[in-house]
Nanobody
Framework: QVQLVESGGGLVQPGGSLRLSCGAS????????MGWYRQAPGKQRELVAT???????NYADSVKGRFTISRDNAKITVYLPMNSLKPEDTAVYYC??????????WGPGTQVTVSS
């Protein structure tokens, strides 16, 4: 059973930074896509950034240049430093893992609040 452990959410002022982390356990994952989605109140869940096991990345236009996703294949962990945060980045951020043969899984979510 795949388990995802998220960390790094919190409250930050506009222009500040946070770093999200998500680790996957419960199997041997050689091929996967992993990353972050977010959902603000009253809005649909949307892609933030993903990365696969060979390092190919995908970003929402709204975060390009501010967020940079990376991964550690040995730990099956992804990292998302978020810089120049804006109030519109406020949302619950969900880790997503999709592994070959193991299906798609979601983390419980971590709140990111950008406010002065």
């Amino acid at each position: 059973q795949v388990q995802l452990v998220e960390s790094g959410g919190g409250l930050v002022q506009p222009g500040g930074s946070l770093r999200l982390s998500c680790g996957a356990s419960g199997g041997i994952f050689r091929r996967y896509v992993m990353g972050w989605y977010r959902q603000a109140p009253g809005k649909q869940r949307e892609l933030v950034a993903t990365i696969n096991n060979i390092g190919s990345t995908n970003y929402a236009d709204s975060v390009k240049g501010r967020f940079t996703i990376s991964r550690d294949n040995a730990k099956i962990t992804v990292y998302l430093p978020m810089n120049s945060l804006k109030p519109e980045d406020t949302a619950v951020y969900y880790c997503n893992f999709h592994g070959l043969g193991s299906g798609e899984h979601w983390g419980p979510g971590t709140q990111v609040t950008v406010s002065s």
